[in-house]
């Protein structure tokens, strides 16, 4: 496979709207086996542990892989391109899929969490797919392009808990086997389509010329801080919450049906809201659309204490969904704010490093306080992050309002 196809592309045209449309599907196909795990994982992990605390472990594994994998798969891209990195990652994604499934038939406990390190590693490589569309993309429409790619959910609301109704028993008697294979046709189809990607190489550093800023000066940044801490909270509480939202389901008597009905629904709040953020960002700014999402996790919580019916799930999910999407395209679109082309692949890396140390912990500390504590535990946990992110976005636009701000 040949790199040559990552060559310079315009900034707009035929090649933007060509990466757009495959980054859409890519990232649908992604989400789709995203949410799939999302809805089936926990419930797999309790059923093969024996420690109720322990069945969201796996997931937090993958999301540490996939915060240990982000700076590697960033700067092994800027070498070989985003193509070949792409289709490296779904490989790998096809590996952690098939190990989890040999795990639920043997029962074996360490090997499906082995796997779900894979699938983080495998998480590392598409969660580019909207860098990539920045990449391609003039500044007028990188919002929108990473908007746009995001739209991607929209389409794995409905595939991902759709292929975990139709997988949970495919292979009798083994339990969820049947969702990891849905993981490894979705990964197949995905290595077709990125073959009609073509997305500019990240400029390498020139022998004898600086890369650019040492990374600890654009970290201290205001904007580059503003935007990790939108990201990394809206990311993470929203992994805290939704990780818990199976296990306080099945203890308050719902069916697996009914948690992936859930789950679908709080996939398509986490998405659709993406047809229009970029354009929202474009006519309110950035800073705005971050604190609307703050406000919608703030209001997640409310409705999660209110009640443990099945609207409450349901109105609660919706409502982490969107803060999440609002905060999380928010942070994703200022960061680029933050640094120069020739920094692009270190600042992404350690943007998505910083997020996905913050949702590994969430994703650990998901299942202990759900078994430990109990759901009011897990919503009251998003308070205090939540309000510091809205403090600080609120400190940011009055600094770059003012005149004497540098």
Known sequence: MSNSI?????????NTRRNVIVLVICQALAMSG??????????????????????????????????????????????????????IGQ????????????????????????GAALLGVHNAFWQYYRFAAADTAGPEFKAKAISYVMTGGVLAAVIGPQLSKATFDMLEPVQ??????????????????LQWVKIPTPPRPVKGVAAGRPLLVIARQPVFIVAALAAMVGYSVMTLVMQATPLAMQLC??????????IQWHVLAMFAPSFITGHLIKRIGVIPVILIGTLCNFSAMAVNLSGIDFSNFWAGLMLLGVGWNFMFIGGTTLVTEAYRPEEQSRVQAFND?????????????????????GWVAVNLTLALPVFVVFVAAIWFRTRRASPSAA
Request: charge should be neutral; glycine fraction near 14%.
């Open 91 to 114: 490989l790998v994604g096809i590996a952690g899929a098939a190990l989890a499934c040999w795990a639920l038939f043997a029962g074996n406990f360490v090997m499906f969490t082995a």
């Open 353 to 373: 490093f910083l997020v996905f140390g913050c949702v590994s912990t969430a994703a650990f500390g998901s299942g202990y306080l759900q078994a430990q504590i």
């Open 176 to 193: 969820f086997a049947g969702g990891y294979v849905g993981v490894i046709g979705l990964s197949m189809l995905t290595i077709v389509l």
């Open 253 to 262: 008597g719902f069916g697996f049906h009914d948690t992936a009905t859930i």
């Open 6 to 14: 990552d060559t310079a592309a315009p900034a707009g045209g035929t």
């Open 34 to 87: 995203s949410s799939l795990v999302m809805t089936i994982s926990a419930l797999a992990g309790k059923m093969l542990s024996e420690d109720p605390a322990l069945a969201t472990l796996p997931m937090a594994v993958q999301f540490l892989f996939t915060m240990i994998s982000t700076i590697p798969a960033s700067l092994m891209m800027g070498r070989i391109g985003r193509r070949l990195g792409f289709t």
